[in-house]
């Protein structure tokens, strides 16, 4: 059984994003459509989270699931009209692909393997002036489905006249991924090639990074660069990676980072932290900014361990020299003496049992660790 968190007890407005277009990075996750009569907005928002992916992003905005054969499961969905007169909404689901880096929903109701094995419990919602409705979408996965993950698209439309003879669309919608296969899911993993150093024809500084999804899952990527003067110690940054990047496994594409600061040429180090999801890499890479419009030589990327991991080991490391120190400060003390009872003629050594030469133990007294044997 899947279990499911009502998105609003996360006290989050996950919306979905825009099918085919990059949210915006300042604002919230959500789709917002503007009305017929230009005077208010529709939203459509995915209400059910499962409790497996709570701590996912991605699974807040988006239908994400790994499902066995066989299996069926149920998400809400809520739409909101703000504007100051009734709507109509027709719902549907749609096929949709992952292209050049892109999510692509198909215009019109386009069918594929996905859709055909998804349902809406209302397709016509009447949605009252500043109010909300609510359909559920039912996605049942044959017991013969091979595995492999689908795309899709749930799809909110509202018509209406704007002039003679003109009818006006409006639609919003939220992305399904979905991947068949066993008990565990594909994992999702991906890797960065190499980073270059560019300027447009405004002379603005532009890192891109090649990206290439070697997992069994797809990306929705974002992350931030970081800049380091290799000689020196200027550092720029964070800079944000342009949204909107989505990447099917096996896919390769380019991500983005406009350097909004004025910088030199370099060279410099670049560091670039990227994420899907849960799932986050650090890369980085010494780049070279052109002195002109144009662009550098790409740079191989080299991953960078995390900072956490370093942090940890480096701790560990730190409480095992502070742990040495007072032991060998004891030990010496303790050779000094028998030094002195041997000159004074006086047994220097205790009978040892086999156990005590074999296993030495360390014992705390008082906060001072005595090494017996």
Known sequence: MHKYIPASALCLLAFAGTIGAPPSAAAAPRVATEG??????FFVRLVDVPASLVDDTRARQYIID??????????????????????????????????????????GRHKNELTSWTSLDRKRL????????????????PSDAAPGERYGVVRAQVSGGHGPGVTLVNRAGIRLYLSVGGHNPPPTKFKVDTMTAERDRLGRAVVKAHVHNTG??????????DLAKVTGSINAGPYPVQLG??????????????????????PWKATLHLKSGLYEETYSARITFPRHSGQGRPARAHA???GRSLAFYGGATGLVL???????????????????????????HRMRSAADVKRPSILMDRGSFYWWG
Request: charged share 25%; net charge positive; aromatic share 2%.
């Open 36 to 41: 017929t009569d230009g005077r208010g907005s």
């Open 66 to 107: 790994d499902l066995r054969p066989g299996t069926t499961i149920h998400r809400r969905v809520e739409v909101a009209n703000t504007s100051d007169e009734p709507a109509r909404v027709t719902m549907y689901p749609s096929a949709a692909s992952i292209r050049h880096g892109s999510f692509i929903g198909a215009f």
């Open 126 to 141: 009447k949605v009252p002036a500043h109010s909300t409705a609510r359909t559920s979408v039912t996605i049942r996965v």
């Open 216 to 225: 069994g899952r797809a990306l929705d990527l974002s992350g931030t660069l």
């Open 245 to 266: 990047t989505t990447l099917a496994p096996g896919q390769p594409e380019t991500v983005t980072m406009l350097v909004t600061d004025q910088v030199a040429d370099g």
């Open 304 to 306: 960078v361990a995390d």
């Open 322 to 348: 502070a742990g040495a120190i007072p032991v060998a400060l004891l030990l010496r003390r303790r050779r000094r003496h028998q030094r002195s009872r041997e000159e004074a003629g006086r047994p220097t």
